[in-house]
């Protein structure tokens, strides 16, 4: 790129390019294509842009969240209709991304991969989020309930683990809780006592000094 005689362009340092001049248009014109080199990209905040100019960074596909997805479990389940039974699959799915956001989703339908998918959308639109302590541990102790269900949840030292089991085991771990106590009373019911443990997470809260 050729710099017009009637401008001046000094580089004070491998991020700074300064042109000058005495008529504006040229200078703007000028620096129009040195930017028009490498104009500024949202996705990655790289490129050339004007001074004072603000970039809107959008957030990287790269950086997207890691959804981890474990099948709690599938069950036929028949349904009484005009000239007989219709035989479909109800599978219950937990999603998380094991850095405090947890969701449990229920699907159903004619066959099983169908069904955990459904399942797998369902858990993404019932996300909540959780709050860990340093520990990754819940910040005290709370009881959840859904239905018959009820569930006794204790914050842990290091190193204690997850104590439990079940559908209450895949929630917690996936919600990325690693030292708890838990003790599941009332019904036996997987999605229930998944439930319940969502219920009792989401009543978390935070206490701040």
Known sequence: MITPPTLSVSVENPTNITVSGMEKEMV????????????????KGKGIAYEGEIIRRKADRETKVEWQERVVSVERVTKVVKGGKKLSFRAIVVVGDQQGKVGVGVGKASDVSTAVRK????????????????????PHKIDGHFGAAKLILRPSAPGCGVIAGGAV???LELAGVQNILSKQLGSSSLLNNA???????????????
């Not at 399942?119 to 819940?138: F, H, Q, R």
């Not at 443990?197 to 935070?206: A, D, H, V, Y």
């Open 28 to 43: 703007g014109e000028f620096a129009a294509k040195i930017r028009s080199v490498r104009p500024p990209e949202p996705y």
């Open 119 to 138: 399942a797998v959308t369902d858990g993404k639109k019932n996300i909540i989020s959780v709050p860990l302590t340093s520990s990754n541990s819940i």
């Open 169 to 171: 085991r895949i929630v």
């Open 195 to 209: 439930r319940a443990t969502i219920n009792g997470l989401s009543n978390l809260r935070t206490f701040i000094s």
